[in-house]
């Protein structure tokens, strides 16, 4: 199949599939992309690829991926740091600015011109969808946390929502925040995707929000392994970290686990966009056919003196 678009550039890990495009004229005209949206079932062995092409991505342009990524985190926390609304604010402006962090790993894949604007390009033409999803995290994590009060008393409301420090020792605060955890699972994975799904397929948030499920339960072997990967990863290099710092400064092993952690950071969010990619794919626009130009006036006249 032809590319539509030879400046772009291929990416790491196996394409999503190419589909056809639509051979019916009457359906073409009511469809916004030549690509419909599929969800592509991939092999267990691209959970690992996520994690590694995340960190190829990143190290092509660290510095504006980490600007991206930091600016998106600081705004995230200041808006949460605000009196009485800090979490609803946080919840509405998590998925344009974490689009805009995508829309950056888009730009530096496809090595378009890269601008901090892009942390904000999310909200230029899908504000209200993206708004209106945030909004929607807002309501289910409340939910989440009214269906745990009748467990603890209010205790997990408290600490998420107040600050307070929790009592360790109390086993309804355990059962809480067991069940709270996997109701927290359940909605991450429905709301994984969203963000991308909106602002590149124009889903409205019921759809960007299946889709997202289903692209997650279609692929659960995948994430299984990028889990895992990066759990085995996080543990083996703070033990090697920290053992190896308690033995001259005390302490000081956390610390530099903590701050490499920070660090690559980016490379984590790059790796989500690289699990998108593969899932999803992007939109191919379609091209409208260039009407032909009308003959000239005088040969149209030669025809009906002819006729």
């Known amino acids: 199949m032809r590319n539509d678009n030879p400046t772009e550039t291929k990416p790491f890990s196996v394409p999503p599939p190419d589909t056809q495009l639509l051979q019916d004229d009457s359906k073409r005209r009511h469809q916004p992309f030549a690509r419909p949206l599929k969800v592509r079932r991939v092999p267990m062995q691209h959970g690992w690829y996520w994690l590694i092409e995340g960190f190829m991505l990143w190290a092509r342009n660290p510095a504006f991926l980490s600007f991206l990524a930091f600016s998106c985190i600081f705004g995230i926390l200041v808006a949460l740091a605000a009196p009485y609304v800090g979490g609803l604010l946080g919840s509405i402006l998590y998925p344009g600015l974490m689009l805009g962090v995508f829309n950056g790993c888009r730009a530096i894949d496809r090595k378009r011109t890269l601008s901090p604007g892009l942390l904000f390009s999310g909200f230029r033409r899908h504000a209200f969808d993206l708004l209106l999803a945030g909004f929607c995290n807002f309501i289910a994590l409340t939910i989440m946390l009214l269906v745990t009060w009748p467990i603890d008393g209010g205790m997990m409301w408290k600490v998420v929502m107040l600050g307070e420090v929790p009592n360790m020792e109390s086993t309804r605060f355990l059962y809480s925040s067991l069940v709270s955890a996997l109701l927290f699972m359940v909605w991450g994975v429905a709301y994984l995707f ?65 701050v490499f ?19 999803f794919g992007f939109p191919r626009r379609r091209r409208h056919r260039r009407r032909p130009s009308d003959p000239e006036p005088d040969e149209r006249k030669k025809h009906r003196v002819r006729a």
């Open 261 to 279: 952690l920070l660090i690559t950071s980016p490379a984590l969010i790059a790796s989500f966009y690289v699990a998108a990619r593969d899932i």
């Open 194 to 258: 969203v963000p991308q799904l909106i602002g590149w397929w124009r889903l409205s948030v019921p759809k960007a929000l299946v889709f997202s499920l289903k692209g997650c339960l279609f692929n659960w072997l995948p994430f299984f392994t990028y889990v895992f990967c990066f759990g085995f990863f996080v543990i083996i290099l703070s033990a090697l970290v920290i053992n190896f710092f308690e033995l001259t400064y005390e302490g000081l092993g956390v610390v530099v686990c903590a």
